[in-house]
């Protein structure tokens, strides 16, 4: 494994004069798998591109952009902790980015950037791709941060039977159930709200559902959202249990196991919002010259 020491952690666009330059920014940015992605989309497409890594103070992402995009950088993919940076960044945001109140991909087109978001639409489809039902499925969302709050829009336009949003305190998940109350009512989706409590109670929770996601970032320390009363409650041999985090099995995917359920990891989320932003950038025409799933595929193994 390559350790950070040894990865450039600043990608300079004037250093490949005969090549568009993108780069992924985040801090810390050494683990990123999205120059090794986009490179075998590049490979796929058949694009001659250079992809690196910018990792911008944390107060300093403004000014590592500006520099970024001043020396011919063309595109940026944007992680933890830049998403609101971003957002502020760009001079024309996309309606999804501004519903999911964060972007995570920029480009330059005409002198000006424009950002948008990805992370819902590549959720989506790596549950498609999964065999994962969505319409008229009961659709259970823990937390109410930014990592929820992004893939809301893509989950409604499935047209589930019901997303109920379950965060610690219901303040939050009782935001976003306003924020996309008119999204919600067009798809005509029950849009509810539930303290992580309240999954362990019948009378408020009394059914199980088809989908669990988790949002949160529990995962990383160890630790999992869910009680074991809550799990018994949520969860069927039916169900399926998608971790955002990737790369290890989390507690709350072991919840799952032990109550039967199908798991995922959201390595699949990785590279699918991955290619979005790829075409974004390079043009929709190559969607059928790219292949996410053998990309995944190459991850996995």
Excluded at 191 to 207: F, I, M, N
């Amino acid at each position: 494994m390559t350790s950070s020491a040894s990865i450039a952690l600043h990608t300079d666009p004037s250093l490949f004069p005969d090549l568009e330059v993108y780069a992924v920014a985040g801090n810390p940015i050494g683990h990123s798998k999205s120059p090794l992605i986009h490179q075998r989309f590049a490979e796929q497409a058949q694009q001659a591109m250079h992809y690196g890594r910018l990792q911008p103070d944390l107060n300093g992402f403004a000014k590592a952009a500006k520099a970024f995009f001043a020396a011919g950088g063309k595109g940026m993919n944007v992680t933890v902790p830049f998403k609101l940076d971003a957002q502020e960044f760009a001079d024309e945001v996309s309606a999804r980015a501004r519903l999911a109140g964060a972007v995570n991909t920029l480009w330059m087109r005409d002198g000006k950037i424009y950002g948008d978001n990805t992370d819902g639409a590549g959720l989506v489809r790596d549950l498609l791709a999964q065999g994962i039902a969505l319409e008229q499925a009961r659709i259970l969302l823990i937390g109410a941060g930014g990592a929820a709050r992004g893939v809301i829009g893509p989950l409604l336009e499935q047209s589930p039977k019901c997303l109920v949003i379950a965060n610690r305190s219901s303040a939050k998940a009782d935001e976003l159930v306003k924020l996309f109350a008119n999204l919600a009512a067009s798809q005509e989706v029950a849009l509810e709200s539930r303290t992580l409590a309240d999954l362990e109670d019948v009378s408020k929770t009394p059914y199980p559902f088809d989908v669990v996601i988790n949002a949160t970032a529990a995962g990383l320390s160890g630790e999992s959202p869910l009680t074991t009363k809550a799990v018994s409650n949520i969860f069927t041999p039916s169900s399926f249990a998608y971790d955002m985090v990737y790369g290890k099995t989390t507690v709350f995917m072991q919840q799952a196991l032990q109550r039967g359920a199908r798991i995922s990891d959201g390595l699949g989320m990785l590279v699918e919002q991955a290619a979005d932003a790829f075409l974004l950038w390079r043009g929709a025409k190559l969607a059928s010259c790219i292949d996410p799933r053998a990309v995944l595929a190459k991850l996995r193994s």
